[in-house]
C-alpha cells in the first residue's frame, strides 16, 4: 500500500499526538520523582534522589510492595494452571457450549473494573463470609479477584497459539508411539512455552498495578502497592514518596509488558 506524502505526515503526527497523550504523563510522574519539592509542582527547580532513598526506608512501602508481589505471583501461578487447561479444552476438543464458555472466559476483561470488583465483594460478603464458608475479605479474596482478570490473559495467549499450530504434528507424535505425556512434554510444550511465559507477565503485570478490584475485595487487612498511593495521594508532605511509587509501579509493570510484547512478536524466542 502507497501513501502519498500528505497521508504520510497526517499519520506520522498523529502516532505523535496519541504517544505523547499515553507517556508524556507518565515520564512527568517519574520526573517529579526527582523533584526537590514536597508538593505536586512543575517545573522542577531542581533534582533530588532523597525521595527513593526514603522510599526504599519507609517499612509502609516495602511492605506493600511485597503484598503486591504476593498477590500478583499467586494470582499469576493460578490463572497459568486454569488458563492453560481451558485453552485445551476449548482448542483441542468439541463439545456442547464450547463458544458459549469460551465467550464467559473473555468477558471478565471487557467488563469494567469495578463491575467485577461490586459483583466479587458482594459475593465474598453475602455468600462466602457465612457460616458455611466463612471467608472473609484479605489476601485470599484480593488474590481470587486478580485471577478473574489473569485468567483471561493466559487464555488468549495459549488459545490462540493452539489455533495457529494445530494437530498435525502431536498426531504425527502419537503415531509415533510416544503416549500423552511424552506427546505433550516434546511435542506440544515446546509449541506453547512462549505463549504461556508472555501470557504469564503479561497477567502478572496486570496484577500488580490493579487497584479498582483490589480496592473492593481486600478489606482492611492488605494494602497492596497501587492502594498505598490512592491512600497517600492527599496526605501532606508525602507527595514526593507518592511519585517514587507511582515511578515505581510504572518501571516494574512495564518490564513484564516488554518481554511479553516480545515473546509474542518473534518466533526466535519460542526456542528458550
Same mark, same amino acid.
Given at each position: 500500500?502507497?501513501?502519498?506524502?500528505?497521508?504520510?505526515?497526517?499519520?506520522?503526527?498523529?502516532?505523535?499526538?496519541?504517544?505523547?497523550?499515553?507517556?508524556?504523563?507518565?515520564?512527568?510522574?517519574?520526573?517529579?520523582?526527582?523533584?526537590?519539592?514536597?508538593?505536586?509542582?512543575?517545573?522542577?527547580?531542581?533534582?533530588?534522589?532523597?525521595? +527513593? =532513598?526514603? /522510599?526504599?526506608?519507609?517499612?509502609?512501602?516495602?511492605?506493600?510492595? %511485597?503484598?503486591?508481589?504476593? !498477590? #500478583?505471583? &499467586?494470582?499469576?501461578?493460578?490463572?497459568?494452571?486454569?488458563?492453560?487447561?481451558?485453552?485445551?479444552?476449548?482448542?483441542?476438543?468439541?463439545?456442547?457450549?464450547?463458544?458459549?464458555?469460551?465467550?464467559?472466559?473473555?468477558?471478565?476483561?471487557?467488563?469494567?473494573?469495578?463491575?467485577?470488583?461490586?459483583?466479587?465483594?458482594?459475593?465474598?460478603?453475602?455468600?462466602?463470609?457465612?457460616?458455611?464458608?466463612?471467608?472473609?475479605?484479605?489476601? +485470599? =479474596?484480593? /488474590?481470587?479477584?486478580?485471577?478473574?482478570?489473569?485468567?483471561?490473559? %493466559?487464555?488468549?495467549?495459549? !488459545? #490462540?497459539? &493452539?489455533?495457529?499450530?494445530?494437530?498435525?504434528?502431536?498426531?504425527?507424535?502419537?503415531?509415533?508411539?510416544?503416549?500423552?505425556?511424552?506427546?505433550?512434554?516434546?511435542?506440544?510444550?515446546?509449541?506453547?512455552?512462549?505463549?504461556?511465559?508472555?501470557?504469564?507477565?503479561?497477567?502478572?503485570?496486570?496484577?500488580?498495578?490493579?487497584?479498582?478490584?483490589?480496592?473492593?475485595?481486600?478489606?482492611?487487612?492488605?494494602?497492596?502497592?497501587?492502594? +498505598?498511593?490512592?491512600?497517600?495521594?492527599?496526605?501532606?508532605?508525602?507527595?514526593?514518596?507518592?511519585?517514587?511509587?507511582?515511578?515505581?509501579?510504572?518501571?516494574?509493570?512495564?518490564?513484564?509488558?516488554?518481554?511479553?510484547?516480545?515473546?509474542?512478536?518473534?518466533?526466535?524466542?519460542?526456542?528458550?
Amino acid at each position: 500500500m502507497t501513501l502519498s506524502p500528505g497521508a504520510r505526515w497526517i499519520l506520522r503526527v498523529s502516532l505523535i499526538i496519541v504517544l505523547g497523550f499515553f507517556y508524556v504523563p507518565l515520564l512527568l510522574v517519574l520526573i517529579n520523582s526527582f523533584n526537590t519539592s514536597r508538593i505536586f509542582s512543575w517545573p522542577p527547580t531542581s533534582y533530588t534522589t532523597h525521595w +527513593w =532513598t526514603s /522510599a526504599v526506608d519507609n517499612e509502609g512501602i516495602r511492605n506493600a510492595i %511485597i503484598e503486591s508481589l504476593k !498477590v #500478583a505471583s &499467586l494470582a499469576t501461578v493460578v490463572a497459568l494452571i486454569l488458563g492453560t487447561m481451558i485453552s485445551f479444552a476449548v482448542a483441542r476438543y468439541t463439545w456442547f457450549g464450547r463458544t458459549s464458555i469460551s465467550f464467559l472466559f473473555v468477558l471478565p476483561i471487557a467488563l469494567p473494573g469495578i463491575v467485577t470488583g461490586v459483583a466479587l465483594q458482594n459475593a465474598f460478603i453475602n455468600v462466602l463470609s457465612t457460616d458455611s464458608f466463612q471467608i472473609q475479605l484479605g489476601f +485470599w =479474596t484480593v /488474590a481470587i479477584g486478580h485471577t478473574t482478570f489473569c485468567i483471561v490473559v %493466559i487464555f488468549n495467549n495459549v !488459545v #490462540a497459539r &493452539l489455533r495457529r499450530t494445530g494437530q498435525s504434528m502431536e498426531e504425527a507424535s502419537m503415531d509415533l508411539g510416544a503416549s500423552t505425556f511424552q506427546t505433550f512434554r516434546l511435542v506440544t510444550f515446546p509449541q506453547i512455552r512462549s505463549a504461556l511465559l508472555a501470557g504469564a507477565l503479561l497477567a502478572f503485570g496486570l496484577s500488580f498495578d490493579e487497584i479498582i478490584v483490589t480496592q473492593l475485595t481486600a478489606g482492611a487487612g492488605i494494602e497492596t502497592l497501587p492502594i +498505598w498511593i490512592f491512600n497517600n495521594l492527599s496526605r501532606p508532605n508525602v507527595a514526593p514518596l507518592v511519585n517514587v511509587v507511582a515511578a515505581l509501579v510504572i518501571i516494574i509493570s512495564i518490564i513484564p509488558v516488554y518481554f511479553a510484547q516480545r515473546l509474542s512478536d518473534d518466533p526466535a524466542h519460542t526456542r528458550l
